[in-house]
């Protein structure tokens, strides 16, 4: 590990593709509102990539804040935590927004917020026990992939990391979640990437964050200059042009370090480990206070919502709860979606629950939520000029239509990660992102009948 | 509220363009140089481009009726491929004989493969040599542009600067560059076809990468071959087809590269056709090669997926 000055990029590196998006940030200076206590939380036991989680309380149990309610031995994985105090109520199994169906431990709260015992601050030295007590917490990589923090943090022997990036692109329209963690919970930030490069002997951290949220650069340049640790003479800030899908992983790495991440690698095989701003900022809360992740951040924004806001909401309460507390609809709701308008899931209704890797809800009216007439493609080449992984969607749409396996995977469909630069930039309106998903799912398919 | 919300994949915001809006931004490209026609050639000018637009929309309209399908007169690209056909056509062609040509870059060239977006070479391109071929006579005698202040309207019979450097006559290269020179009716005016393109680039309609490569390409083979490059240039139907012809989205390769093999084909076949072969003008057969060649083009550059092949390049 060298303790001496670390090199930062003066600006970012060149990446190619993507698309000039509306920023729409309406709510980048709304202090954050703690919602008030929701009357039912309901707990999916999967909240994350990989093994769900299997409830380990039952009905008529008495919980408090931070009780592990659901928890699964496997590796990739995180522990589900209470996020309100009162009584199990009953497991119920619930459709989640991408269709499947899981488990769920449904809460009924007392009212009172109380944190349970059990929860004490952890002790964190070196990476073993980093390791462990981010499993505890239940925290997954809170841009939305939901990716359990502790496999990444377990880097593989023989894997140098020498670069911790901090995603604070966020680059979808409307969210300031992160934007906002980067203003209200700058220490907590620091801390949490301090103590993640002191464990893992990272000699540097690159703070990377879009152009366009001012105050949240100058917030974190306080905090890295006014900070006594020793490790904050290596974080450095890059100031990255504000372009969807900035804060994609592949697209921040190239950004930030100029190294190319191949498919199917991850972050640590180029010497880098991602991690989402509000993920850095609640590993901070977590060392300090121990409180597991059983709160997150959300932007609830859209037309259809009365005074669009920042909410810290326990997780599990509903969608619907949410809304109310902004305010309830200002106009009958006609697209209501988790996550930002560019890769956001829509939602059937609003009784889905608030989950980790939420950070947005958006409710738009009528008249937002007209799909534009979907027309002839005129190969105009804009698809495959915005797309940032150097794909041609208009050529995947005519092997999907034709289902030619060969060439899905000559145009190298699997790469997609699903960003809709390409549909955002359809003068046709196509579902490129659509066509996308049933290339990736053709290729799987047949790989798997090989 | 249950099953009153709109469900679909995402992404939920869209740009604010269609098809629609590109080809109105064509025409509006198309514009100058049609000005431009009509102060040269006068009424008769007006008389063609109506003529083949209405052709041309009316032939779209019937197709997609006769055929079934969902009518898209409204998508503009009709009028785009009437307006380019008139461009290519001599003044004084009959309204009837450029209406037969409007037909069958419709409904032949376009609707029968599919209609926007299939087919395989460029309509209006197409047509122009069906008519070539079909009205050889037609097709080939040109009118000398009204002289300002003159007040007579009978056409004057000329030929274009191509045949007359053939026969070593040559054409001041400012005359070229305004159009006041025999020729098709829209490909004569440099200046208003460069203000199009330029106008095109800045809308992001097109990528300046065709026109350049297309123009530089025979510019260089020009000077290879001994002829005067500039001349090259400004003479016959290169500025129109390198800016309007070449580009069209269809025909022509999606990505970078392939749009620079495309376009290099296009200047060095224009040029070879220009000075060896039996034709004064070789932009439309040049194009309309490449056109045909464009599948294999595309097939040859598929770009190669972030972070496949070159291997990860260390640099920070």
Redesign the interface.
């Known amino acids: 590990m060298n303790s001496g000055s670390a090199s930062f990029p003066k600006r970012p590196h060149p990446t190619r593709g993507g698309a000039s998006v509306p920023h729409r940030k309406n709510t980048a200076d709304c202090r954050s509102e703690i919602m008030r206590c929701p009357e039912t939380v309901v707990l999916p036991m999967k909240q994350h990539i990989g093994a769900p989680c299997v409830p380990c309380v039952k009905a008529g149990n008495a919980v408090a804040i931070g009780d592990v309610v659901g928890k699964s031995g496997a590796y990739v994985s995180a522990p589900i935590h209470a996020s309100v105090s009162g009584t199990v109520t009953k497991i119920i199994p619930v459709k989640l927004a991408d269709g499947s169906v899981c488990d769920a431990v449904v809460i009924q709260s007392d009212g009172q917020m109380r944190v349970s015992k059990s929860v004490r601050p952890p002790r964190v030295t070196n990476k073993a026990e980093l390791v462990a007590a981010v499993r505890e917490s239940g925290l997954v990589g809170l841009g939305g992939a939901g990716f359990p923090t502790s496999v990444k943090l377990d880097v593989p022997e023989g894997c140098t990391v020498d670069t911790l990036l901090v995603n604070c692109a966020e680059c979808e329209p409307y969210i300031t979640s992160d934007h906002r963690a980067a203003v209200e919970d700058t220490e907590d930030i620091l801390r949490g990437l301090e103590t993640v490069m002191r464990c893992e002997s990272i000699p540097r951290a690159i703070m990377a964050i879009e152009r366009n949220k001012p105050d949240a650069i100058r917030a974190l340049d306080d905090a890295i200059r006014k900070s006594s640790e020793p490790e904050s003479r290596r974080v450095g800030m890059l100031k990255l042009k504000a372009k969807y899908p900035q804060g994609d992983e592949k697209v921040l790495i190239k950004a930030c370090t100029g190294r190319t991440l191949p498919p199917g690698r991850l972050p640590c095989d180029v010497g880098c480990l991602v991690m989402n701003i509000s993920s850095a900022a609640f590993l901070g809360s977590f060392l300090r206070t121990g409180i597991p992740l059983v709160k997150k951040r959300v932007t609830v924004d859209g037309s259809a919502v009365s005074s669009p806001k920042n909410l810290i909401v326990p997780i599990g309460a509903s969608v619907r709860d949410v809304i109310a507390c902004c305010g309830g609809y200002c106009e009958p709701c006609g697209k209501l979606m988790y996550g930002g308008p560019m890769m956001g899931v829509a939602l059937p209704n609003d009784t889905f629950p608030i989950i980790k890797q939420n950070n947005a809800i958006l409710a738009f009216g009528r008249e937002d939520s007209v799909l534009p007439r979907t027309t002839a493609c005129i190969r105009c080449g804009r698809c495959a000029a915005h797309c940032p992984m150097h794909l041609m969607p208009a050529a995947v749409e005519a092997a999907v239509r034709t289902k030619d396996i060969a060439s899905l995977k000559k145009h190298g469909v699997t790469v997609c990660f699903e960003c809709g630069s390409c549909a955002y930039s359809c003068p046709a309106h196509r579902q490129l992102v659509q066509v996308m998903r049933l290339g990736k799912a053709m290729v799987r398919e047949s790989q798997s009948a090989e | ?2 099953d ?12 604010k ?3 629609t ?2 080809m109105l931004d064509v025409l509006i490209a198309l514009a100058p140089a049609a000005v431009a026609s009509m102060l040269l050639y006068g009424f008769h000018a007006l008389v063609v481009l109506a003529d083949t637009v209405l052709a041309a929309v009316a032939a779209e309209w019937i197709s997609r009726k006769v055929m079934k399908r969902e009518n ?1 007169v409204g ?1 503009l ?1 009709a009028v785009v491929t009437g307006v380019l056909l008139a461009f290519n056509l001599p003044p004084s062609i009959h309204p009837l004989t450029a209406a037969f040509g409007a037909v069958v870059a419709i409904v032949v060239v376009k609707q029968m493969f599919g ?4 087919n395989f070479v460029n309509p209006a391109l197409a047509a122009r040599i069906v008519l070539l071929t079909s009205f050889p006579k037609a097709m080939t005698s040109w009118t000398a542009p009204i002289k300002l202040g003159s007040a007579k309207i009978d056409a004057v019979s000329c030929a274009t600067p191509l045949a007359l450097h053939a026969s070593g006559e040559d054409t001041p290269l400012m005359k070229l560059f305004l159009g006041t020179t025999g020729g098709c009716l829209g490909e004569t005016c440099a200046l208003a076809l460069i203000i199009g393109g330029i106008y095109l680039v800045f809308r992001r309609v097109i ?1 300046p990468v065709i026109p350049l490569v297309y123009l530089s390409t025979a510019a260089a083979v020009s000077l290879l071959l001994g002829e005067d490059p500039l001349f090259q240039l400004l003479s016959g139907g290169l500025m129109l087809g390198a800016i309007f012809m070449a580009t069209d ?2 025909t022509s390769p ?2 970078t590269s392939g749009k620079v093999i495309y376009a290099v084909g296009c200047g060095v076949l224009t040029m070879v056709i220009r000075v060896f072969g039996n034709l004064p003008e070789g932009v439309s057969f040049s194009i309309l090669l490449m056109n045909i060649l464009t599948p294999l083009i ?1 097939r040859a550059t ?7 092949g ?7």
């Open positions: 509220m249950e009153k919300l709109i469900l679909s994949p995402s992404p939920h915001l869209r740009a363009t269609n098809t809006r590109i898209t998508d690209s209609g926007i977006g299939c990528s989205y269809t999606m990505n595309e598929v770009p190669k997926p972030f972070g496949e070159r291997h990860s390049r260390e640099k920070a």
